[in-house]
């Protein structure tokens, strides 16, 4: 088993998930003027390849527990491959939402796999390695509209943008195809019994709710700010497109600082007490954001957003694989299928209520979620504190 390349596999899986969901954004205008769509019909393939994503992840989970992570990663790889392929060949909108669907659920198979894997390997200080691991998410997000900008601007096509996506599975595919793999979950495979015992413990355990529910929070505001800032910022505060586009860049900038520092923090203090220092910080910035005006200090906020709410999804898995460390798959499934849910219903709300109040008001649907985020922080704390006193009193 070679340990840096199992990382850098699951580090190349992270970039292509950040890559592929922050390039589908700018090529939107083209296909829109292409095929002559409405803004609704366009925008089923964010609906198409979450749904993917979603039951990929969900169904993927279990899976890797009982026949190790080889074949999730190479399902995953062919799921992307083809995918992309059908995106970038289809000659009309319908082969464009079934691709995407596709694309959706290899990208989840690869980003639920490479939690589990690192988790795998790095048992003694998962905060800080799955830290590192989103990073890599991070830098996909910020290099995925760059680039997708110059195959629109100077190759003039977003089908080879795609085409090259599918290359680019393709060659992880072969690379996870000739690794070898540490044993799942703890050491061995499980049986069917065996998983089912252990979704049982899972979903009957409050830590796992708890954990689920900041899941869904954190990626539910994720997806408000980058999916709403810039029309927000435009239209409320008479932003320029370039002002609007760089605070939201701001924003990610944040995420992948906090990803560089929040790691060290969760091995020194703990997964649940950085948990609740995230959430208390990015609910904090987080309403700042919103209510103030000068777009100065909104830049400010959102980038001191990203910062703290960095630290969430991975130490959320972190928790959570290290409370049950013989089902490391399903449950780093489970809690990014919360996350998926999160991203994929929160958004839908703030512009069906910012239809009726405008988006100003919208828009406060972040703050509203961070404080329920800070309440489920505060709540698992509790429970950690509690159940370390019951240990002393017991020692």
Not at 20 to 41: F, Q, R, S
Not at 59 to 87: E, N
């Amino acid at each position: 088993m070679d340990l840096r390349s199992l990382t850098w596999l699951s580090y190349i899986s992270l970039v292509l998930n950040g890559f592929v969901l922050n390039a589908l954004g700018p090529v939107m205008p083209i296909v829109i003027k292409e095929y002559g769509l409405t803004l609704a019909a366009a925008g089923t393939v964010f609906t198409s390849q979450g749904l993917g994503r979603l039951l990929s992840v969900f169904l993927s989970s279990s899976w890797s527990d009982r026949v190790g992570r080889r074949p999730v990663f190479r399902l995953g790889g062919i799921l992307t491959f083809t995918g992309a392929g059908i995106y970038a060949v289809s000659p009309g909108w319908p082969g464009q939402i079934a691709g995407a669907a596709i694309f959706g659920a290899g990208l989840g198979m690869l980003d639920g796999v490479s939690n589990a894997l690192i988790s795998d390997m790095y048992a003694e200080s998962r905060g800080l390695a799955l830290n590192r691991l989103h990073l890599f998410f991070g830098v996909g997000s910020l290099v995925g509209p760059l680039v997708a900008a110059f195959f629109l601007g100077v190759l003039n096509s977003w089908r080879v943008l795609f085409l090259c996506v599918a290359l680019a599975a393709a060659a992880h595919f072969f690379f996870a195809s000739k690794q070898v793999y540490p044993e799942a979950a703890g050491g061995k495979k499980l049986g069917h019994e065996e998983l089912k015992a252990g979704r049982a413990r899972i979903l009957s355990s409050p830590e796992f709710w708890l954990l689920s529910g900041i899941m869904f929070t954190y990626s539910g505001i994720g997806h408000i700010i980058s999916g709403w800032v810039n029309t927000y910022l435009s239209g409320e505060l008479a932003a320029t497109v370039f002002i609007a586009s760089l605070i939201l860049t701001l924003y990610n900038v944040g995420i992948a600082v906090g990803r560089l520092f929040w790691g060290n923090v969760s091995e020194r203090i703990g997964y649940p007490a950085t948990l609740l220092v995230c959430a208390l910080g990015g609910f904090v910035f987080g309403t700042s954001a919103v209510l103030v005006r000068q777009l100065w200090l909104v830049g400010v906020s959102f980038t001191l957003t990203g910062v703290f709410l960095a630290g969430l999804f991975p130490l959320a898995v972190a928790c959570g694989t290290s409370l049950f460390p013989q089902l490391i798959g399903t449950v780093s499934g489970y809690l990014i299928t919360g996350a998926s849910l999160g991203g994929m219903l929160l958004p839908f709300l703030v512009g069906a209520v910012s239809d009726v109040v405008g988006l100003r008001f919208g828009m406060l649907a972040a703050p509203f979620f961070g404080i329920i985020q800070v309440a489920l922080a505060v709540s698992l704390h509790r429970r950690q504190v509690k159940a370390e006193s019951v240990e002393g009193i017991g020692a």
